[in-house]
C-alpha cells in the first residue's frame, strides 16, 4: 500500500518562505515514469495544481505560481518537498501531495496524502 504523509509548518508569517515535505511509503520516489505532485485547495475555492517533480528530477509548475514556487526531491529519504517564497495570505490552504503514474494530465493522480493545513497570518 502507497502512503503520502505532508509536513510542515501549520503558521507562516506573509512574506516568510513556506517549506513542505511529502514522505512516500511503499514505493520509490525514482519508479520510472511516475510525477509526484504538489496541489493545494484554499478556503471557499476549487483543488489547484501547483506544480509535480517527475522520477528523473525534472520538474513542472503552474505557471501562475513558477516565479516563487521550487520543487525538489530527496532520493536517499524518499521525500519531495514544496517551497514557496514570500507567501501572502492568500497562499492559506490545505496543501496535499499526490502521486501520478505518469503525466499528471493524463493519468490523474491515485494516491493522495490526507494534507495539511497552512495558514498564513501575522
Known amino acids: 500500500q502507497v502512503y503520502l504523509q505532508e509536513s510542515g509548518p501549520g503558521l507562516v508569517k506573509p512574506s516568510q518562505a513556506l517549506s513542505l515535505t511529502c514522505t512516500i511509503s511503499?514505493?520509490?520516489?525514482?519508479?520510472?515514469?511516475?510525477?509526484w505532485n504538489w496541489i493545494r485547495q484554499s478556503p471557499g475555492k476549487g483543488l489547484e495544481w501547483m506544480g509535480a517533480?517527475?522520477?528523473?528530477?525534472?520538474?513542472y509548475y503552474n505557471p501562475s505560481l513558477k516565479t516563487y514556487i521550487s520543487i525538489s526531491s530527496d532520493t536517499s529519504g524518499n521525500q519531495f518537498s514544496l517551497q514557496l517564497s514570500s507567501v501572502t495570505p492568500e497562499d492559506t490552504a490545505v496543501y496535499y501531495c499526490?502521486?501520478?503514474?505518469?503525466?499528471?494530465?493524463?493519468?490523474?493522480?491515485?494516491?493522495w496524502g490526507k494534507g495539511t493545513l497552512v495558514t498564513v497570518s501575522p
Open positions: 499526490a502521486r501520478s503514474q505518469g503525466t499528471p494530465a493524463d493519468y490523474g493522480l491515485d494516491y
Open positions: 517533480i517527475r522520477y528523473d528530477g525534472s520538474t
Open positions: 511503499g514505493d520509490s520516489i525514482s519508479r520510472r515514469y511516475y510525477y
